[in-house]
């Protein structure tokens, strides 16, 4: 059974900074391509950041390059994303994704391309 369990969300002021982890279990994590997505109230679920199974690749959206880094750590079956000069738009829930099987250096960026997600953690900032 694959799990996937995001920590880190919470309460910042705007400019500060949060690092989410995302923890994998049950499926083969070096093989996954991984993203982050989020979803604020009212909003449709947007992509956020992406990274290849083996870490060499990343993108971003175009709302967050610069300022969030997504990262992974394949021995401890665990993605992250830091997220620094936070600004009140980030304001979500963030969830983290998996697509179970992907080429080597390839990331997803439509949540259709990703079989399993995480419950979400709220990230608040306030202005």
């Known amino acids: 059974q694959v799990q996937m369990v995001e920590s880190g969300g919470g309460l910042v002021q705007a400019g500060g900074s949060l690092r989410l982890s995302c923890a994998a279990s049950?499926?083969?994590?070096?093989?996954?391509?991984m993203g982050w997505f989020r979803q604020a109230p009212g909003k449709e679920r947007e992509f956020v950041a992406a990274?290849?199974?083996?870490?060499?690749?990343?993108y971003y959206s175009d709302s967050v390059r610069g300022r969030f880094t997504i990262s992974r750590d394949n021995a401890k079956n665990t993605m992250y994303q830091q997220m620094n000069s936070l600004k009140p738009e980030d304001t979500a829930v963030y969830y983290c994704?998996?697509?179970?099987?992907?080429?080597?250096?390839?990331?997803?960026?439509?949540?259709?391309?990703?079989?399993?997600w995480g419950q979400g953690t709220q990230v608040t900032v306030s202005s």
């Open positions: 994704a998996a697509k179970a099987i992907s080429f080597y250096r390839t990331t997803y960026t439509r949540a259709l391309d990703y079989d399993y």
């Open positions: 990274i290849s199974r083996s870490g060499a690749r990343t």
């Open positions: 049950g499926m083969p994590f070096t093989n996954a391509a």
